[in-house]
């Protein structure tokens, strides 16, 4: 028989994501309470023991911690920010997806409301929440993670990232880029060997392991991006922009975008002019870091 845990805990928004965070919890053997706007969306968790409150200020009452995952930001305060809601003293924890900004203003928004506040960001797909391939981060005051994370481990991998409430959603962009442009190289890649002939699963293997093996050079570049100094210890910055060349030169030639590349070229001759074409590829944060127009 599962175990009951003492911790109740409350789920307000449940889409795809908000039932898998509801189902993990009940998995766990929390006391679990739910509430949507389209209640038949309860149906399947009320069957396996959920609570469906019949109003939000009844299921923020309900449990100890509040995980809100609605559509956005807006959406939360037009839920939370109702006359008849009371949150003074209670503990949220936003999982709504957003930026930076919003992450500070909501912060701002419920501490001034005599709430708890804490902000996340879920990096993960809804089959996986429960898994410790889910990786949840959170960002807010140390103090209220700590009190809560027994409990939230029963989502994934749960990490704490820093006191400023933006963190997460910075993280998870970050991430985002992270995603798009490993996929995008590996994109072009393959549009280039498609004009041989060559499919993509025929490439895939080999594509996997070159981007495993640039993510061994991470720490290393990290160690010079911080401390502002970019010798070439691998490869200079004007050499790695010969071979942009030949991937452009070689895109245009077979009939393949070269956007990308072109792109990538440009930065890198902006950083040479500025005369960094001895140091290694990490200066480029230094291109990265401002605006384009700067």
């Known amino acids: 028989m599962r175990k009951k845990t003492d911790t109740p805990v409350t789920v307000i928004g449940l889409g795809r994501m908000g039932q898998a965070l509801a189902g993990a919890f009940l998995k766990a053997g929390h006391p679990t309470t739910v509430w949507n706007r389209t209640t038949s969306k309860a149906n399947q968790l009320v069957a396996e023991g959920a609570q469906l409150a019949p109003t939000v200020g009844d299921a923020l009452k309900a ?110 962009v970050a991430g985002l880029a992270m995603m798009w442009s490993v996929l995008n190289a590996w994109l072009q890649g393959t549009a280039l060997l498609r004009t041989a002939g060559v499919d993509a699963a025929t490439y895939a293997p080999f594509a996997q392991q070159i981007a495993a093996g640039v993510a061994e050079w991470l720490p290393g570049y990290a160690g010079q991006i911080d401390s502002g100094s970019f010798p070439a210890e691998v490869s200079a910055l004007e050499t790695e922009a010969r071979t942009m060349t030949h991937l452009i030169e070689e895109s245009e030639a077979a009939g393949v975008n070269a956007e990308l590349p072109k792109l990538i070229k440009a930065m890198a001759d902006r950083s040479i002019a500025a005369g960094h074409g001895g140091e290694q590829y990490p200066v480029l944060i230094e291109e990265f870091g401002k605006p384009r127009d700067a």
């Open 63 to 172: 449990g100890s911690l509040t995980i809100i995952c609605v559509t956005d930001y807006q959406g939360m305060y037009e839920l939370l920010g109702a006359s008849d809601i009371e949150l003074y003293g209670t503990m949220l924890l936003n999982l709504t997806s957003g930026d930076s900004a919003q992450a500070r203003e909501a912060a701002q928004w419920a501490e001034q409301r005599g709430a708890h506040y804490l902000d996340g960001a879920i990096m993960a797909i809804p089959p996986a929440i429960g898994t410790a391939e889910a990786v949840i981060l959170h960002s807010g005051p140390q103090s209220d993670f700590e009190a809560h994370k027994s409990t939230l481990d029963a989502l994934g991998t749960v990490t704490y990232l820093g006191a400023d409430h933006g963190l997460a959603s910075l993280y998870d």
